[in-house]
């Protein structure tokens, strides 16, 4: 496990929850398309700190196009309950 790699992306993703906040919060023009932009920020980084959770250093820091798309995907290995 890569805590580097995933420590990385956690701590992206709380910075963008809490910009997502604070937009909703004091924008009274924000709407459904500045929201869906930023939730698919939030879910970037979540989805890939669990995705390449197990990339070596050299993965994770090369981050190459295919591992990107892969990574970025919600999770199939994750169960939601």
Not at 34 to 60: C, F, I, S
Request: a negative charge; hydrophobic letters at 40%; glycine letters at 2%.
């Amino acid at each position: 496990m890569n805590k580097r790699h995933i420590l990385f992306h956690l701590k992206e993703a709380r910075e963008a929850i809490e910009q997502l906040a604070s937009d909703l919060e004091r924008a009274a023009d924000y709407g459904f398309d500045e929201y869906r932009v930023d939730m698919q920020h939030v879910y970037h980084h979540l989805n890939t700190a669990w995705n390449g959770r197990d990339a070596d250093e050299a993965r994770a820091t090369a981050s190459a196009h295919q591992d990107f798309d892969a990574w970025r995907q919600f999770p199939k290995d994750l169960e939601i309950w």
